[in-house]
């Protein structure tokens, strides 16, 4: 039975940081995709970042490059999500996700999801 669970959402304030977690358990994830995905009220799920465990490989939305970072421990089966200088736009439901092989931004090509982690950003 695979799981992502997430964990560190919260509400901060404009300019303030998060760091998003995603253990991954019953599931081997070396050389996968693993990725951060967000849904705000209203909206369609859009891609954040991605990174491919087998090289480290990552991709981000014009939206968050340089402000977030996506890394992963294989060892901790766990991915993170470094959000620095939050904007209220960043506002939404935070999913992790698995799929094997490469990387996309096509949701329905992840094979596995998290229940989310809510991320409030106020002005």
């Known amino acids: 039975q695979v799981q992502l669970v997430e964990s560190g959402g919260g509400s901060v304030q404009a300019g303030g940081s998060l760091r998003l977690s995603c253990v991954a358990s019953g599931y081997t994830y070396s050389s996968n995709c693993m990725g951060w995905f967000r849904q705000a009220p209203g909206k369609e799920r859009e891609g954040v970042a991605t990174?491919?465990?087998?090289?480290?490989?990552?991709n981000y939305a014009d939206s968050v490059k340089g402000r977030f970072t996506i890394s992963h421990d294989n060892a901790k089966n766990t991915v993170y999500l470094q959000m620095n200088s939050l904007k209220p736009e960043d506002t939404a439901m935070y999913y992790c996700?698995?799929?094997?092989?490469?990387?996309?931004?096509?949701?329905?090509?992840?094979?596995?999801w998290g229940q989310g982690t809510q991320v409030t950003v106020s002005s």
């Open positions: 990174i491919y465990t087998g090289n480290g490989g990552t």
């Open positions: 996700a698995a799929k094997a092989r490469l990387c996309s931004w096509y949701v329905g090509g992840f094979d596995y």
